[in-house]
């Protein structure tokens, strides 16, 4: 399999004033193209400091890391912000959407940054459509429910057709039912073939990845295959549109 994302003795120290909070400690780690993973560990481990500088958000402070055989560190803050618009594509927890703007413009918006060519409105339609959102395109976000805006945030992940997705507690917010969907739409765009790397503190969710590397007081406790995966149906919940 292809190596994605290498780290290798990875640390970071947040430094406010004459405190230094070490976040991370020496994280080495390899996620190969095409896996979906979830990384667990309760909060304050260091799960989100660790997704940033996987998602080019944020450097290490010491340590390497390799992405798709580029050397991050040696990349400009340009050089960054290009690599996250081509190939990473992120959920949070609290959607981010623009609220007087409806979904499709939200889903539009990466593409003014420099994305792919090509008909925007029709590649956001496009991306709304897949997960499910192709009826209410024209909804803003206070129109629709928790988890009909978190599948607008990810159809904006989806939009400049990235490699990776990261997705920081995606279900945070999301009662438990429509957790399991979106997690049923994570799991679809990974059989398409997108890396999916999320963070969750909840153990239910994580069982739908197929590797779940444990972060503990910003080290790696933990890196095992998941053996009875959760897998969320096809076109049951999986498809999201409510019968009318
Ligand atoms: N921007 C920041 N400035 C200072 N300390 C931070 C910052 N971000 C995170 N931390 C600290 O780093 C540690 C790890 O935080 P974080 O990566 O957010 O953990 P998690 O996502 O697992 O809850 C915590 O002690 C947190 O308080
Ligand atoms: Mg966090």
Redesign the pocket.
């Known amino acids: 399999m292809h190596d994605l994302i290498t780290v290798k003795d990875l640390t970071k120290v947040?430094t406010?004033g004459d405190v230094e909070?070490h976040?991370l400690h020496g994280v080495s780690l390899t996620i190969h193209q095409g896996e979906m993973v979830a990384i667990m560990?309760p909060?304050?481990?260091?799960?989100?400091?660790?997704m940033n500088i996987i998602g080019c958000l944020d450097q290490p402070t010491g340590g390497t890391y390799q992405l798709d055989g580029v050397n991050v560190a040696d990349l400009s803050d340009n050089q960054l912000a290009s690599i996250r618009n081509q190939k990473i594509g992120f959920v949070f927890q609290q959607y981010m959407l623009l609220q007087r703007t409806s979904a499709l413009r939200n889903v539009e918006l990466p593409m003014l940054y420099g994305g792919k060519g090509g008909n925007r409105r029709e590649r956001a339609q496009a991306a709304l459509a897949a997960v499910g959102m192709a009826e209410r395109m024209h909804h803003k976000p206070n129109e629709l429910s928790g988890g009909q805006q978190q599948r607008v945030a990810i159809a904006r992940a989806l939009v400049n057709e990235p490699r990776i997705i990261m997705a920081d507690e995606p279900t945070g917010a999301l009662d438990t039912r429509t957790g399991e969907e979106i997690m049923g739409i994570f799991q679809k765009l990974n059989r398409d073939g997108i890396t999916i790397i999320l963070?969750t503190h909840e153990h239910d969710v994580a069982q739908h990845a197929e590797r779940i590397i444990s972060?503990r007081d910003g080290v790696i406790a933990g890196d095992e295959p998941v053996k009875a995966r959760t897998i969320v149906p096809q076109g049951g919940s999986q498809g999201g549109q409510s019968p009318p």
Do not use: E, H
Not at 43 to 50: A, N, Q
């Open positions: 947040y406010m909070v976040a560990g909060s304050g481990s260091g799960k989100s400091t660790l963070v972060v």
